[in-house]
């Protein structure tokens, strides 16, 4: 049996999952394979502005809309680690792990720099932190109906209002999130 991996996939926290890290969460799948899988949650704020982190690491921009960028909570692993979700801009950046054919993910200062010179990918989300799985421990939880999973869109991940993005990425799906139960019981 071949396995299948959710690269450039959104996991979208179903209603009753718990955990206070991933309650109501959408998180956007970077890397899964048969060691287990990274991800970085987009729909949560860090409560800090990319001005914060820029002034935290010295790094100067006279850009407004850039210093007022919203820094997400990507997962309760390494929250003091940045992560840069990103459009593909044709430059290589010291850290770069390609997702997919438009979308990359870079954890080095040198795409922080650019993207204070406005010089950095069109589109990005940077985030403090990611979620992490060990080997099959997200195939168990999927199982376990904790998660859904779809294709990643684009839109929801750069431009959506981050309060907006659980439903959506479920409604992408043909879903009303808002609608599903807690199964009970047992067959």
């Not at 809309?65 to 990507?74: E, L, Q, R, S, W």
């Not at 799985?133 to 199982?143: A, D, K, P, T």
């Not at 479920?170 to 009303?176: F, L, P, T, V, Y």
């Amino acid at each position: 049996m071949t396995a299948t991996y959710l690269n450039n996939q959104f996991l979208i926290a179903m209603p009753n999952l718990a955990d206070p890290n991933f309650t109501h969460t959408v998180t956007y799948l970077c890397q899964h394979n048969a060691e287990g899988a990274l991800g970085i949650v987009i729909n949560r704020s860090a409560g800090l502005k990319l001005g914060d982190i820029f002034e935290q690491m010295k790094i100067q921009t006279p850009y407004d809309h850039i210093k007022n960028t919203p820094v997400f909570a990507g997962g309760p692993v390494q929250q003091e680690r940045g992560f840069v979700i990103h459009s593909p801009c044709g430059k290589t950046w010291d850290s770069t792990l390609a997702i997919s054919a438009t979308t990359c993910l870079t954890s080095s200062r040198d795409i922080l720099e650019a993207i204070a010179a406005d010089e950095g990918p069109e589109h990005f989300l940077i985030a403090l932190g990611y979620a992490g799985w060990g080997s099959g421990q997200l195939e168990r939880e999927i199982v376990d109906n904790a998660w859904l999973n779809t294709p990643c869109w684009e839109n929801i991940l750069y431009d959506m209002p981050i309060s907006q993005r659980w439903n959506a990425a479920a409604s992408q799906m043909g879903i009303d999130i808002n609608k599903l139960t807690t199964p009970a019981g047992h067959a």
